[in-house]
Every structure is written in structure tokens, then in C-alpha cells.
């Protein structure tokens, strides 16, 4: 059966993750900073083990960034993403209403447009924003 929490997972746990979808693994030191930075999350298990993250990240008043969204390869199609989001949304939600001008952001996965679609994201220059960029 699959459960829903609003908590961060341990370092491993987000390792096994980013692992499982191809994004590889970052150091252990530098995985823990970067959850402790973090605004809202939630995670999906399947028994014990973990299928599925997101989380928000971003100052809470301006700003907010849709982050990390995954789900375990073996899992996927399966509408956990869907309710992933779903929470997420509603943390969103929950912050607009104390900062009405607050804006979400979201870098989607390639070929993954579609999906935030249904959560109201559009692409940047579809609302008249430019290209998104990033420095690596």
C-alpha cells in the first residue's frame, strides 16, 4: 500500500531516489545541506521503502520553487506523481494565502511539460517571461 507523509528524507533515502531516475548521486554532506534548506516536502512509501519525493524550496514570502519531483522508475504511471503534486500544490496554496504576489517556479524535466500542465504551470514564454537560464 502505498503512503503519503510530509516530512524530508534521510540522505540515503534521497540518494536511492535521484539514483533510481537517472539523476546519479551528489555527496552525502552536500544531499543533507541541501534538505535542510528546504520549505515543504513530501514523500511516498511503499512499506518501508521510499518511491517518491518533492519538495519546495525558495524564500516562502516572494518566491517558491517546485523541486526534485521523482517517483522509482518500477512505480511510475501509477498517479503518484499526480498526488506528489497535489500536496505540493496545496503548500503553494497555503503560502499564497499569506503572500498573495508569491510566484511558483518549476525546471521540468524534459518531455515532462506536459504533466506540470495540469497544475496550471505554463512555460516561461508562453506568459510572456523570456527563457529560463541556468549557470552550472
Known sequence: MITYCEKIPTAQEFSDLTESVGWGRDDR???ETALKNTLFAVCAYDG???IGFGRLIGDGAMFVYVQDVMVVPEYQSRKIGTELMNRIMKAVADYKA???GLRAYLGASKGKEKFY?????VTRSSADLGEGMVFM
Open 29 to 31: 554532506a552536500v544531499v
Open 98 to 100: 499569506v503572500s498573495p
Open 117 to 121: 500542465e495540469r497544475f496550471g504551470f
Open 48 to 50: 518501508e521503502r521510499i
